[in-house]
């Protein structure tokens, strides 16, 4: 996969993951269509460590597995609950 296939893959899961974690974590989050592809790839980032860290597995056996998108959809609810607390705690 050359270097544009793997932007697109990239940009694709990481609007299913932030779209499923926005779907997933209670309350309203207003973020547009280009902050949830950013959540969802700040998620995979995440899920990635966290799953190095638990199972000491890394990207070898391939890019796009059904673990990754899983561990991408965990990091960007993750990511989505890190981020309600810190804007939280400056409304208030």
Known sequence: M???GTL?????VGLIAGFVA?????????????????LG???????????YLIFHADAQDGFLQPSGIIGSIIGA????LVYGLVT???RA
Do not use: D, H, N, W
């Open 77 to 80: 609810i993750i990511a989505l």
């Open 41 to 51: 790839i700040i998620g995979s980032f995440v899920g990635g460590f966290l799953g």
């Open 2 to 4: 050359g270097a544009i």
């Open 88 to 90: 939280g705690r400056r």
């Open 8 to 12: 697109i893959t990239v940009v694709i």
């Open 22 to 38: 926005r779907a997933v974590v209670p309350g309203r989050q207003s973020m547009g269509i280009g902050a949830t592809i950013l």
